[in-house]
């Protein structure tokens, strides 16, 4: 194999899940199961929410793009994990490598950065709703993604880089089911000390900012909540605040522990399992959590269905 000056491997192996051939057509069967209703329950909000104009809302907004983002999120990495457990070539090439690992980052550190910018929204909602359309403005809110979208790219290209740049002359597994940056600095022909460093400075931008901004908000708005005359009325914020510090718990924590610990520490099937939680199951349950038990939502549905009822 021909050496370059980055790297002489032009290819790596994804070891992904160690499951025994009699279960892995099982785990393939919920694997895919799993995909299919990502792509279900996250597209069909995207529908919904775009058809229904009573639901172009800023909260709706975000939740479409949070949808859009767990999609992506998920086809960057499932399918290819599909395609290795069906066959036995497991091989991925270094550029496919470098692209999935760039694009995966993309969209975690700008969904990452979303949910703080949810939880302005729902504070903005709660504590001034009845300046709430004037601040929360279509104009603010396209801004405030936009801000996410430009984050996630920067932060993701300075991670690629880093990471890349060293030379990897071998071997070339990936003790993992896609190119996640702390499984392939593994294999790095070099020191890596650097790179934890960077790893976690940019771990503390991208994941800690967001959970204490966060914190803070949702502190106000318990105060706020607390403050509520009507009963019914402080159990409907507390419910729409439990919807939004669950799916922020599933996918942030995880994703914290793996990401601004020194790489030394890291286990292989520790890894793999935490990266399942904020790439697969936070897609999966975020529609659920979020959207689908909305009451506006399956109004919606109905609607769309033609199956129209009259308002409550």
Same mark, same amino acid.
């Given at each position: 194999?021909?050496?370059?000056?980055?790297?002489?491997?032009?290819?790596?192996?994804?070891?992904?899940?160690?499951?025994?051939?009699?279960?892995?057509?099982?785990?393939?069967?919920?694997?895919?199961?799993?995909?299919?209703?990502?792509?279900?329950?996250?597209?069909?909000?995207?529908?919904?929410?775009?058809?229904?104009?009573?639901?172009?809302?800023?909260?709706?907004?975000?939740?479409?793009?949070?949808?859009?983002?767990?999609?992506?999120?998920?086809?960057?990495?499932?399918?290819?994990?599909?395609?290795?457990?069906?066959?036995?070539?497991?091989?991925?090439?270094?550029?496919?490598?470098?692209?999935?690992?760039?694009?995966?980052?993309?969209?975690?550190?700008?969904?990452?950065?979303?949910?703080?910018?949810?939880?302005?929204?729902?504070?903005?909602?709660?504590?001034?709703?009845?300046?709430?359309?004037?601040?929360?403005?279509?104009?603010?809110?396209?801004?405030?993604?936009?801000?996410?979208?430009?984050?996630?790219?920067?932060? @993701? +290209?300075? #991670?690629? /880089?880093?990471?890349?740049? !060293?030379?990897?002359?071998?071997?070339?597994?990936? %003790?993992?089911?896609?190119?996640?940056?702390?499984?392939?600095?593994?294999?790095?022909?070099?020191?890596?000390?650097?790179?934890?460093?960077?790893?976690?400075?940019?771990?503390?931008?991208?994941?800690?900012?967001?959970?204490?901004?966060?914190?803070?908000?949702?502190?106000?708005?318990?105060?706020?909540?607390?403050?509520?005359?009507?009963?019914?009325?402080?159990?409907?914020?507390?419910?729409?605040?439990?919807?939004?510090?669950?799916?922020?718990?599933?996918?942030?924590?995880?994703?914290?522990?793996?990401?601004?610990?020194?790489?030394?520490?890291?286990?292989?099937?520790?890894?793999?399992?935490? @990266? +399942?939680? #904020?790439? /697969?199951?936070?897609?999966? !349950?975020?529609?659920?959590?979020?959207?689908?038990? %909305?009451?506006?939502?399956?109004?919606?549905?109905?609607?769309?269905?033609?199956?129209?009822?009259?308002?409550?």
């Amino acid at each position: 194999m021909q050496e370059t000056n980055q790297s002489s491997v032009t290819e790596f192996i994804l070891l992904g899940f160690s499951f025994s051939p009699k279960t892995t057509p099982l785990f393939f069967s919920a694997f895919l199961t799993t995909y299919l209703l990502i792509i279900l329950g996250n597209g069909l909000i995207i529908i919904l929410i775009s058809l229904d104009s009573h639901l172009h809302t800023p909260m709706y907004f975000f939740i479409v793009t949070l949808s859009t983002l767990d999609l992506g999120y998920a086809t960057t990495t499932m399918p290819q994990m599909l395609a290795h457990l069906a066959s036995q070539k497991k091989t991925i090439s270094f550029a496919s490598c470098v692209a999935q690992m760039y694009i995966f980052l993309v969209l975690g550190v700008t969904e990452s950065w979303l949910f703080a910018i949810m939880s302005i929204d729902r504070y903005v909602a709660i504590c001034h709703p009845l300046r709430y359309k004037v601040i929360m403005s279509p104009w603010l809110c396209r801004v405030m993604v936009l801000f996410c979208g430009l984050w996630g790219v920067i932060s @993701a +290209l300075v #991670y690629t /880089v880093f990471a890349m740049r !060293l030379p990897y002359c071998g071997p070339n597994k990936i %003790n993992h089911f896609f190119c996640e940056v702390p499984a392939v600095l593994k294999l790095a022909c070099a020191d890596t000390s650097v790179n934890d460093q960077v790893d976690f400075i940019l771990g503390f931008s991208v994941i800690l900012v967001p959970l204490s901004l966060i914190l803070v908000i949702y502190i106000n708005i318990f105060i706020a909540i607390l403050r509520i005359r009507s009963a019914q009325g402080r159990l409907k914020a507390f419910s729409t605040c439990a919807s939004h510090i669950t799916v922020v718990t599933v996918f942030c924590v995880p994703a914290m522990v793996m990401y601004m610990k020194p790489g030394s520490e890291a286990s292989p099937e520790e890894d793999k399992k935490l @990266a +399942l939680f #904020y790439n /697969v199951i936070s897609a999966f !349950l975020n529609p659920i959590i979020y959207s689908l038990r %909305n009451k506006d939502v399956k109004r919606a549905f109905l609607k769309v269905m033609g199956w129209h009822r009259a308002p409550e």
